[in-house]
C-alpha cells in the first residue's frame, strides 16, 4: 500500500485502517486526515469525480478527490497482488446518521434540498447549452460575426 501511496507523496508512517462502511469501494483511513478508495465502479470514474469538484461552495463539505503530485485524480497501483485504481479524498468529520434521529433527518433534508436546488440549476444549464451551441454552430457554418 506504500508504493501506491506514494503517488500523493505520503510517507510512512501513516495509520491504515479499513473503513467498516460504504458498499460500492473498499475503503481506507489514513490516519485522521485522508480516506483512500479502491474503486470498484471503474466505468463512471470520471463522473465520480466530476461531481464533488462541481458540489464545491456547498454548506457542507463533500470528498474532492485530492491530486496525485503529477495532477492525476486516480492512480494505478498494486494492492495485494492485483492491479487496482485508487483515488484519495480529506476525511470528512462526522458520523453516520441514526435512524430515527429527527434532527439528523431534518439536517440530512436540508441537505437533500441543496444538492436538489443545485441539480436543477444544472439541468437548466444543460438544457441552455445545447441551444447556445447551435447558435455558435450556426453563426460559424453562415459566416456571421455575431456582431451584427
Not at 7 to 15: K, N, S, T
Not at 24 to 30: G, H, M, R, V
Not at 67 to 79: A, K
Not at 109 to 124: C, K
Request: with cysteine; proline share 6%.
Amino acid at each position: 500500500m506504500m508504493r501506491l501511496l506514494r503517488a500523493w507523496d505520503l510517507r510512512e508512517p501513516v495509520q491504515v485502517r479499513p473503513v467498516t462502511a460504504g458498499t460500492n469501494n473498499t475503503s481506507y483511513y489514513l490516519g485522521d486526515d485522508f480516506v483512500l478508495r479502491i474503486h470498484k465502479n471503474k466505468g463512471f470514474l470520471e463522473y465520480e469525480h466530476a461531481v464533488p469538484r462541481a458540489l464545491r461552495g456547498l454548506s457542507f463539505a463533500v470528498p474532492v478527490p485530492v491530486p496525485t503530485v503529477d495532477g492525476q485524480s486516480v492512480v494505478e497501483g498494486e494492492l495485494d497482488g492485483q492491479v487496482v485504481l485508487a483515488s484519495l479524498a480529506r476525511r470528512i468529520p462526522g458520523e453516520h446518521p441514526q435512524r430515527g434521529n429527527v434532527v439528523q433527518a431534518e439536517i440530512c433534508g436540508s441537505a437533500h434540498a441543496e444538492l436538489d436546488r443545485v441539480r436543477r440549476a444544472a439541468q437548466t444549464v444543460m438544457t441552455i447549452l445545447p441551444r447556445a451551441c447551435e447558435v455558435v454552430s450556426w453563426r460559424t457554418a453562415s459566416g456571421a460575426s455575431g456582431n451584427e
